[in-house]
């Protein structure tokens, strides 16, 4: 058949699909009716079939690369995923997290360790060694973080007013996702990025720790962080052990080629950074607007904070399991 | 468009995708407007939320925050692949089958610019990205994405010439294909280059005017 003939044998079939995939592209045109969509689907189909036979018969470029075109678009509309999200997004967060955890609980085990571990080494050397607090930071850090727990303030933490809360909710939003997105990121280094992020943030924590309790501080400091504690250090745990699986499959690729591995670990660690984000907004709303509260007894706060570590590690440990019928 | 390497996929339906993967220089191009937008709009927000005192400054931070981190993904999840600066380079986002990019692996490749951008002004990035034949850089690696080019709008090419030549029967399909993107692409070249072109089939063709006699044959071809 001569490339002529073609064209104009099958023309209004292309200038149909066209005329969809351009409805289909653009959100802002008339949405595309179900039998519409049937049509659609008949008619890529069909496009492929004849993009096939173009090249196969060797027809000018220009027609083979129209029809190309007119295949790749409708490609990327046909295989587009939708999904309800919201329904998706609660069904990770009841079952398929706290699963996913369990799954990978050997990185989260170790993240843990790199986090904790060093951390309390240093908060009892700190103890015994006042000055190693010096060796995590500067006299002028010391001193701030000194006026932040000062019991004598009637607010904890940072300086604060009523509206200062909003302030801090965005500032905790803002540092401590992004340093769990670089604890995760770096990972990739052979997981050097995200061991270092670990130790040094379970050093620093120990060193101010230490130092806040030589002077007298124990309960200005301790009921400031044992509410948001419980999200927030189990979060950057998790946030590290999802970077450090990218290392270790960069490492100890199997059987997979390291490229292969890597991809397969970066589907199962972007998931964990879900729940990850999830679990640092709580904490930064518990840290901005309850932790800073310097009206409820230490008593009380102790006891909430016990209730909200208890809460995370029941979600992570028993969350998504299928219980038998008695 | 560079068109030596060109990426063939196929699809569920047999059907041949052919991707033009974007180079690292249009790449960089569009991260500065990018960069740019995200630079002045964060200006903006800075500036005009802290009319609005502490709470003004809580939000300027989150807006920040998703600014510097979601900007990417929004858009290219949104947007059919495109921020404002691929959309203006005409290159888009797609993940490795072809297919839109979705939401986790576009999360994925942003959250690990922090590594490519290692150990300053993306050095890693760059490095990675020239070391493979789709120029991916570590994010797009671990992902599973890929930046293409888009297809550019085609018209329907005109080889200004009537009448039609039989195309001689030895000539292989290879040959005849040359012929039929010579005639394509004459638009594109000044008339002495497409006689000079031409020139080199005389002895076969053995016509007195190469350039119409191969224009004519296309038109043969074409069935026009």
Redo the contacts between chains.
Sequence with gaps: MKQGQFEQLYQEQWIRAEQLIHQLEDPKLERVESKELAEFARLYRRLCHYHALARERHYSSYLVDRLGDLVIRGHQQLYRRKQPLLHAFLKFITTDFPRLVRREQGYVWVATALLYLPGLALFFATLWQPDLVYTMMSPEQVTSFEGMYDPENKVVGEAREATTNWQMFGFYISNNIGVSFRTFATGLVWGLGSIFFLVYNGLVFGAVAGHLVNLGYNDTFFTFVVGHGSFELTAIAIAGAAGLKLGYHLLRPGNHTRLESLKRAGKVAIQLMYGVIVMLVIAAFIEAFWSSSNVLPAAQKYLAGAILWAVVIAYLTLGGRRFREP | MICDIHLSLE?P???????APAGIGVRIMAFMIDFLIKTVVTMIIYVVLAFL???G??????L??LL??FYSVYFEVWH?GRTPGKKNFRIRV?NDD???V?F??S??RN?????DF?PLAYVAGCIASISNRQFKR?GD????TLVVYD?EP?T??DFDIKGRMPVPADFT?DE??AL??FA?RSKRLSPERQSELAAILQPLLGTKEPVIAIKQM?NS????
Excluded: D, N
């Design positions: 699809t339906e047999g059907a041949v995708l052919p991707l005192g502490r709470m400054i809580g939000l300027a931070l989150i920040a925050f510097e981190w059919q797609v072809g297919s839109p979705t986790g692996p999360l994925l959250l690990l610019r922090v590594v290692l570590l690696l671990v992902a599973g297809a085609m329907q090419p399909t005849q294909r039929l993107a394509e296309a071809m074409v069935g026009r």
